[in-house]
């Protein structure tokens, strides 16, 4: 009944590691405006996290559409996506 099992276990952590990969989509048309994955200027507002980079996009250019601030940086974290403003 064990050996099955241990047999089973290297195909099944496998598996799971393939699956567990993040997938990189190819940046928006609108990325011109959005730089990803650096770190803020020094004079950049911090404004709000979100789960994906997608959210984080709209939110910096719906500001950006809106007057709000000029250009937005979606910075990378562990978890999270960080949004970061010139005003």
């Known amino acids: 009944m064990i050996k099955p099992v241990l047999k089973a ?9 393939l699956f567990a ?3 990189v989509l ?6 011109a405006t959005a730089s990803t994955g650096r770190l803020p200027a020094g004079d ?3 404004r709000d996290w979100f789960t ?3 959210n984080c ?4 250019q719906g ?3 809106r ?3 000029g250009h937005y940086t979606c910075s990378e974290g562990d978890w999270f996506w960080h949004l970061w403003t010139d005003r």
């Open 67 to 69: 007057g709000h601030w």
């Open 63 to 65: 500001g950006i559409d």
């Open 21 to 23: 990969t993040p997938v």
């Open 57 to 60: 996009v709209s939110a910096g």
């Open 52 to 54: 994906s980079h997608s």
């Open 9 to 17: 276990l290297p195909a099944a952590l496998a598996a799971v590691a």
């Open 26 to 31: 190819s940046a928006p048309a609108h990325a």
């Open 44 to 46: 950049d507002v911090y």
